[in-house]
Nanobody, 122 residues
Framework: VQLVESGGGLVQPGGSLRLSCATS????????LAWFRQAPGKEREFVAAISWNGGGTTYYKDSVKGRFAIARDNANDTMWLQMISLKPEDTSVYYCAAGLSLGQRESHYDHWGQGTQVTVSS
């Protein structure tokens, strides 16, 4: 099983980025998917999650509601995190994760990517 994130980079405050997570080696449509992030010196934290059937259920960390949107394409085994109105406090390594149960805890997810750096700075 492989999960590979892309789309990270340096962006100014107020800017936008779209992260992608490409997967292989799993039956994509069976899995709930999530994004977590980890800032330097901090624990990894939940950002957003989406149920196996796409629009069925989504969860967001309170501080990203209205700014981040999670989506998936079960036909192409891909997930995205669209981020707008980015803030310096969004600076982190972002990880995608897949698991058979939907939730906001890391323990819900069995498979993880290597992460992509997002830096929000002027």
């Amino acid at each position: 099983v492989q999960l590979v994130e892309s789309g990270g980079g340096l962006v100014q405050p107020g800017g936008s980025l779209r992260l992608s997570c490409a997967t292989s080696g799993l039956t994509f449509s069976n899995y709930a998917l999530a994004w977590f992030r980890q800032a330097p010196g901090k624990e990894r934290e939940f950002v957003a999650a989406i149920s196996w059937n796409g629009g069925g259920t989504t969860y967001y960390k309170d501080s990203v509601k209205g700014r981040f949107a999670i989506a998936r394409d079960n036909a192409n085994d891909t997930m995205w995190l669209q981020m707008i109105s980015l803030k310096p406090e969004d600076t982190s390594v972002y990880y995608c994760a897949a698991g058979l149960s939907l939730g906001q805890r890391e323990s819900h997810y069995d498979h993880w990517g290597q992460g992509t750096q997002v830096t929000v700075s002027s």
